[in-house]
């Protein structure tokens, strides 16, 4: 995956499920190849719950990050991309 500071191009790769399944298959692999969420960690998930992700150029990561609709996003200008 390779990413550019096209928002659009950003919001297409989030929406295919192939990226989003690479995404969930690496963080699984790097929790030791499983994951438990319980009905109760997914219940508490709302709409109020915003997801952000980060492109870091300089280390080459991806940073996901939950943070709350409620605070300063915290935009660092060398990151690549964040998207809501």
């Known amino acids: 995956m390779?990413?550019?500071?096209?928002?659009d191009n950003v919001q297409s790769l989030l929406s295919s499920?192939?990226?989003?399944m690479t995404i969930l298959t690496s963080l699984v692999k790097?929790?030791?190849?499983?994951?438990?969420?319980?009905d109760g960690e997914l219940m508490s998930v709302t709409?109020?719950?915003?997801?952000?992700?980060y492109y870091d150029k300089e280390s080459?990561?991806?940073i996901l990050?939950?943070?709350s609709p409620f605070s300063d996003f915290g935009n660092?200008?060398?990151?690549?991309?964040?998207v809501h």
Do not use: F, H, Q
Request: aromatic share 6%; glycine share 8%; hydrophobic share 35%.
């Open 2 to 7: 390779s990413y550019d500071d096209d928002d």
């Open 47 to 53: 709409e109020y719950d915003v997801m952000s992700l």
């Open 60 to 62: 080459g990561e991806m």
């Open 65 to 67: 990050k939950v943070i």
């Open 17 to 20: 499920s192939a990226v989003l």
């Open 76 to 82: 660092n200008e060398d990151d690549d991309i964040m």
């Open 30 to 38: 790097k929790s030791g190849g499983e994951v438990r969420i319980t």
